[in-house]
């Protein structure tokens, strides 16, 4: 094969796999082996919405596997027997994104949000009643699902550092 060093081999391990409903059949978390044969399936409760961010993480020093389902909005952690052991979602009435699931070494679950907010962007050559999308980072407690820290991006830069520009990637996140 073109590109390929002769004689070079793929290093043995699993593969992690999200497929969405509809391509694959049933949506959910997939774990093949190198000869594509199943180690484990998990399928969406949902009809609809994905498994997103689905990787092997560390919890309470103890290998997991954890992935977010965009149907229910919520972060999912499993542990080395399959078994469910943790369910979360974002806080303060916010909708987590499916980009970032990360488990901290302090064991705390740490997500990404896009928020929509209201915004005078007459300061960056927009109209006076706008949006600008502004992420924010929580960090939860994984057993109670308590917020520990949230920061909120327009209260620490300015709409004017913004590589985008007022109407532009509005739908994007």
């Known amino acids: 094969r073109r590109g390929v060093r002769e004689g070079a081999r793929h290093r043995p391990g699993y593969i992690f796999l999200a497929p969405e409903m509809g391509y694959a059949g049933q949506g959910g978390s997939l774990i093949v082996d190198n000869e594509g044969q199943v180690v484990w399936f998990r399928p969406l409760q949902e009809t609809h919405g994905r498994a997103m ?4 993480q560390t919890y309470r020093g103890r290998p997991v596997l954890t992935w977010m389902e965009t149907g229910s909005g919520e972060y999912v952690i499993c542990d080395h ?16 994104d499916h980009h ?10 740490l997500i990404t949000i896009y928020n929509r907010v209201p ?28 917020v520990l820290l949230e920061w909120k991006s327009l209260d620490h830069v300015g709409l004017d550092e913004s590589y985008g520009k007022p109407g532009e990637d509005i739908d994007s996140p």
Request: proline letters at 3%.
């Open 100 to 109: 970032e699931f990360l488990i901290s070494p302090q064991d705390t679950a």
């Open 119 to 146: 915004r005078d962007l007459t300061s960056v050559g927009g109209p006076k009643e706008s949006v600008a999308v502004q992420g924010i980072v929580q960090e939860l407690d994984i057993e109670t699902g308590e």
């Open 53 to 56: 961010d689905f990787k092997a």
């Open 81 to 96: 027997t399959y078994h469910e052991v943790a369910r979360i979602e974002a806080a303060n009435g916010y909708e987590g």
